[in-house]
Nanobody
């Protein structure tokens, strides 16, 4: 059974930082594509960052501010978010998939976490 559990969401002021974690069980961490998505109220789910074969990529709104890393020993992904802005406010989700052809193809991810909430105030 595959489980993804996010944590680390909080309320912060603009300019602050947070580190989100996604603890993964039931899969070989090295064989999947992993990604973070976010969804603000009334908006579509948006790709934040992905990690595949050790290579990380980022959505344009977060480039230069967010960093995605992986700790294989702890089976955990980390999303370091710096210089947060009010527009980063959203529920953040971790996702994993083996047959993802492009990281923004949301429907191709097999597993999702329950989400962790980030609120950034101005």
């Amino acid at each position: 059974q595959v489980h993804l559990v996010e944590s680390g969401g909080d309320s912060v002021q603009a300019g602050g930082s947070l580190r989100l974690s996604c603890t993964i069980s039931g899969v070989n961490l090295k064989t999947y594509l992993y990604a973070w998505f976010r969804q603000a109220p009334g908006k579509e789910r948006e790709g934040v960052a992905f990690l595949e074969d050790g290579r990380a990529g980022y959505g344009d709104p977060v480039k230069g501010r967010f960093t995605l890393t992986k700790d294989n020993a702890k089976n955990t992904l980390y999303l370091q978010m710096n210089n947060l802005r009010p527009e980063d406010t959203a529920m953040y989700y971790c996702a994993a998939g083996r047959d993802v052809t492009f990281w923004l193809h949301i429907n191709e991810y097999s597993y999702w976490g329950q989400g962790t909430e980030v609120t950034v105030s101005s």
